[in-house]
């Protein structure tokens, strides 16, 4: 199954294309972006020390822990025992995709806040209940799905917080949507992968078009599971070109401000 939606970036303007849009996938590690706008929008503060920890309250009781096999960070395991500004692990779970900051982030907020971070971009299909590796809530059917319409309208949602888009640029995985773009292209996206499903969501801002939104969801055998030498990221990485060939036809002009990176001013 493939999911496309390709959108102008600002206001209320419609999708310009739209394949699959509501077809559910898994949400895989795109559910990160709603995890990291409850956050910053809960009041925290980002330079609290928190504790590095690996155990997690399930959604159904009990409690599970992320395996280091399965991540593709390893900063935050080098850091169990310790404390670290939260911060750090924010960006951590976006820039490098790290499933364990992701829970200890998901920890210093509320699935209901995750929930209303959803519910205020728009989306009317998507939904991520549960943490990551919560295999007990997978057992019981609590499942993290997202269509391609409502990546979109979540990325849409951080169209005021700059600080967010901003970090959402420093991603580390440019193997899929952005590497369908010239190399001097800016953007702003989170994609996700697991065995059976790759997916991702941008923001593309260049010099001569105005900018744009593209989310990219495929769900079949082509997808293996693996960061960077993902068959099914080099599907995206078509499709991602295919939409930039063709970017003089998605979009008014819209001013858009330079997103600025997460981090503290010291």
């Not at 799905?145 to 888009?165: F, H, M, N, T």
């Amino acid at each position: 199954m493939l999911s496309v939606v390709v959108a102008p970036w600002m206001g209320d303007s419609k999708p310009v294309f739209l394949h699959n849009p509501d077809e559910l996938h898994d949400a895989a590690s795109t559910m990160k972006v709603a995890v990291l706008a409850a956050l910053c929008r809960g009041g925290v503060s980002l330079d609290a020390e928190v504790p590095v920890v690996n155990r997690f309250e399930s959604v159904v009781g009990g409690e599970f822990g992320n395996d280091p096999d399965r991540d593709s960070d390893p900063l935050p395991w080098e850091l169990l025992g310790t404390h670290v500004p939260l911060r750090l692990l924010a960006e951590r779970m976006i820039t490098h995709s790290s499933n364990l900051a992701t829970n200890i982030c998901l920890a210093r907020t509320t699935q209901q806040a995750v929930a209303d971070v959803w519910r205020r971009a728009g989306a009317t299909h998507s939904a991520t209940p549960r943490g990551i590796e919560d295999y007990a809530a997978r057992a019981r059917g609590v499942h993290n799905r997202v269509s391609a319409r409502d990546l979109v309208r979540l990325l849409r949602s951080l169209a005021g917080e700059p600080e967010l888009l901003g970090l959402l640029e420093c991603n580390e995985f440019r193997v899929d949507l952005a590497a369908g773009l010239p190399s001097n292209t800016r953007i702003a996206f989170k994609n996700g992968w697991i065995p059976g499903t790759r997916l991702g969501v941008g923001l593309v801002q260049a010099a001569d078009c105005p900018p744009y939104l593209i989310a990219v969801c495929y769900t079949g055998p082509l997808a293996d599971g693996t960061d960077r030498t993902d068959p099914a990221a080099r599907l995206l990485a078509r499709i991602s070109k295919a939409v930039w060939d063709r970017r003089d036809q998605i979009s008014r002009p819209v001013p858009s401000a330079r997103p600025a990176p997460l981090r503290s001013a010291g």
